[in-house]
């Protein structure tokens, strides 16, 4: 009763551990289970790569858009530029400001006036000034014109006779710059320059009239110049966010600045509007596998059970007539055929050892037999020994004999001759004779004639 009891008890205890931890279980659960648990990394790996390559698929398409879209508006900057130049360098050329510098004298009623109507396309507020050969201011749209007698400037346009570029803080400050371009104003007559075309470009304003879409609350623009910021709008310069720096094609003398447009994607990029998405999709699959997963542990393991239970009628019954069915998947239907061979194999040797064993009883009840018809002659031959040992009678003890005359003394204290004691007490019976030296004794020579 105890051992039923610790059988049950263990019983129970493995069924429970059993219900908590799958893997300790049945086959058809540890099946389940492992296939679930599989189909869960699966799931847990494809949403990871999937997650990493969406991520940096659409960080690099918004990269390539904003390559894209920074390529754009620096070729429409630097088309912007080259046309501003290409219009200074034609308005140098007119003939209205040779003559404002040949005649001085009568040239205040036309030359103020054209100059600062001027306005090319796109640069409206573009600061004009015409200058003499030393740098003095003619005429300009300023309120308050100055001179502009750099060395280095009078030098390029008086000199050599070509356009100057340089850069130009805006008001004392290094945001805001101011472009200064200055053109040889030549007179035709010398060759030589006459004057000055200067014109100072604010940075910001032309890039507001011409890069509307740039620098928001996603970009942020800045222009360079060398290491030198000419214009930021909205530029963080933060750890994580997307720059891209396009060089500004430009033509003399703006070529010589080495401009360059530098754009900073501010768009933080989320994903995580893909997580419920994902965690539904993945629920799905989840349920479908753990379905199929039931259902492939269900077709393995109904032929195990089978298997088993034609193994435990067999450890119940003793007979060795039952055969296993030969089905499922390959590894199945070869432990079946196995199981089967195996049963073959017990089965004849089973019956090499029936066999055997009717044999060898034979032998040993032939022998049992001969051992018996032994034993009965032996019985024979020990009753007719002890018969002859009961007709045997024995004298024992101390016998009186006379030292002459050899009688014996019987127990009652009679004298009698040997032969008749002998005679009365044993079954032997005496013939009477000579021996030769009695003969020679009793009758001397004569003796010998007896013999």
């Not at 020994?385 to 003890?397: H, M, Y």
Request: charge should be neutral; glycine fraction near 6%; proline fraction near 4%.
């Amino acid at each position: 009763m105890t051992g039923r009891s610790d059988g049950k008890a263990r019983g129970g205890i493995q069924d429970a551990l059993s219900a908590r931890f799958p893997f300790r279980g049945d086959i058809y659960r540890r099946i389940a289970a492992s296939m679930t648990l599989y189909a869960i990394c699966v799931i847990l790996l494809i949403g990871a790569v999937s997650y990493v390559c969406i991520d940096l698929l659409i960080r690099k398409n918004v990269r390539l858009s904003m390559e894209s879209s920074a390529r754009q508006q620096a070729v429409r900057l630097s088309t912007s530029l080259d046309s501003m130049q290409e219009n200074l360098s034609h308005l140098s050329k007119n003939s209205l400001l040779i003559n404002a510098l040949i005649d001085t004298s009568g040239s205040r009623s036309y030359i103020d006036s054209f100059v600062k109507s001027y306005r090319p396309a796109g640069h409206e507020s573009i600061r004009l000034s015409l200058c003499d050969f030393q740098g003095n201011p003619i005429t300009s749209n300023l309120q308050t014109p100055i001179p502009y007698k750099t060395p280095e400037l009078l030098r390029e346009t008086v000199e050599k006779g070509l356009p100057f570029s340089t850069v130009l803080p805006r008001d004392g400050s290094g945001n805001g710059a101011l472009f200064l371009l200055a053109y040889p104003v030549v007179w035709n007559m010398t060759g030589k320059a006459e004057g000055i075309l200067v014109a100072e470009v604010p940075v910001g304003e032309m890039v507001d009239a011409q890069l509307l879409a740039m620098g928001s609350n996603d970009t942020g623009l800045r222009m360079m110049s060398g290491g030198r910021v000419l214009f930021s709008r909205d530029f963080v310069d933060g750890r994580g966010f997307q720059q891209f720096e396009m060089p500004l094609s430009t033509a003399a003398p703006m070529k010589d600045l080495g401009l360059s447009m530098r754009i900073e994607n501010h768009r933080r990029i989320s994903l995580w509007w893909m997580i419920p998405a994902y965690a539904v999709s993945a629920g799905i699959l989840l349920l479908l596998s753990t379905l199929l997963a039931r259902r492939i542990s269900s077709s393995v393991t109904s032929h195990l059970r089978a298997l088993g239970a034609v193994a435990q009628q067999i450890a119940e019954s003793g007979s060795l007539d039952s055969q296993a069915e030969v089905a499922g998947p390959d590894d199945v239907q070869a432990l079946a055929s196995s199981f089967n061979a195996m049963i073959d194999r017990v089965r004849s040797s089973r019956e090499d050892l029936e066999r055997r064993v009717e044999e060898r009883t034979a032998e040993l009840s032939v022998a049992n037999e001969e051992l018996l018809r032994l034993n009965l002659e032996k019985e024979v031959a020990i009753d007719r020994l002890q018969e002859a040992l009961d007709k045997i009678s024995t004298l024992r003890g101390l016998l009186p004999i006379c030292a002459a005359c050899k009688k014996i003394r019987d127990d009652k204290g009679y004298w009698n001759q040997i032969e008749v004691y002998i005679s009365k007490h044993t079954e032997a019976e005496f013939s009477h004779g000579i021996c030769p030296d009695c003969a020679k004794e009793l009758y001397g020579e004569y003796a010998e004639n007896l013999e």
